[in-house]
């Protein structure tokens, strides 16, 4: 039987949350990279993989499928993957799915947009950070923090229940974005720092690989876009 293989850059965070459950899982995979800055994605023949044209994507002998959720459901329901992951009984699959539903307007678009516009707009593209855009999002990011710890982290250690889910996973993955923007998620949130300790050193050591290069970046640019005053 062919591996299955994943289309991924990285520096995304949903592509991170597929490597990172594929590597601790075992998964026979190989790691096709599609490298956004140089606009990889736009080819014809990645269109073929991800119609969309955006990653992560797998091919799984021929089946194709896109968006992290539905691969994340998708490889959690294949033989041998711990049922912790995405629980087959229904209250807590349930529990799992009302974070997936949650985090694509929260967690998802408020961290990666604060990145965007204080980051990597200003880098890619050359442009004046937007500072009211800045604002706006870092904002709306700090009251998805807040629900963090007073509404999913209320009273147990993981997002869905008592063990680690896909949802701990991708949620981990987006809040490590705003630190290349040089902001510290951590700060005065114990509740959440808890939380994350206990997901990456569930994931350890795969969870410090796939971060690799958020790292680097978080290195090398102190937070601040190449060029920008702030
Ligand atoms: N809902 C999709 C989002 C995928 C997505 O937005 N990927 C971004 C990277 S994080 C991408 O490929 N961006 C390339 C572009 O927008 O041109 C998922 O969760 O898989």
Redesign the pocket.
């Known amino acids: 039987m062919l591996k299955m293989k994943l289309y991924v850059?990285l520096m995304?965070?949903?592509?991170r949350a597929v490597y990172i459950f594929m590597k601790n899982n075992n998964f026979p995979f190989e790691t096709k990279r599609i490298d956004?800055a140089k606009g990889e994605?736009?080819t014809e023949e990645y269109a073929q993989i991800n119609p969309f044209?955006?990653?992560?994507a797998i091919d799984d002998n021929g089946f194709k499928l896109?968006?992290?959720?539905a691969?994340l459901r998708y490889l959690s329901r294949k033989p041998n993957v711990p049922d912790h992951w995405y629980p087959k009984e229904l209250q807590a699959q349930a529990k799992v799915d009302e974070y997936l539903e949650w985090q694509h307007l929260n967690t998802r678009l408020n961290c990666?947009m604060f990145f965007q516009h204080k980051f990597l707009r200003p880098k890619m593209f050359g442009v004046e950070v937007n500072q009211k855009k800045v604002d706006e999002f870092q904002s709306r990011m700090e009251t998805t923090l807040e629900q963090f710890e007073t509404i999913w982290l209320k009273d147990k250690p993981f997002l869905a229940g008592s063990e680690i889910t896909i949802a701990d996973l991708l949620a981990a993955c987006e809040l490590e974005q705003p630190s290349m923007a040089g902001y510290d998620i951590l700060e005065g949130r114990p509740i959440l720092a808890a939380w994350y300790k206990r997901v990456k050193d569930a994931l350890q050591p795969h969870y410090d690989e796939g971060h690799k290069v958020v790292d680097i970046v978080r290195k090398k640019f102190g937070g601040r876009a190449p060029g920008s005053k702030l």
């Open positions: 850059d995304s965070q949903p592509s956004l994605h736009r044209q955006l990653v992560p896109t968006e992290s959720v691969i990666a």
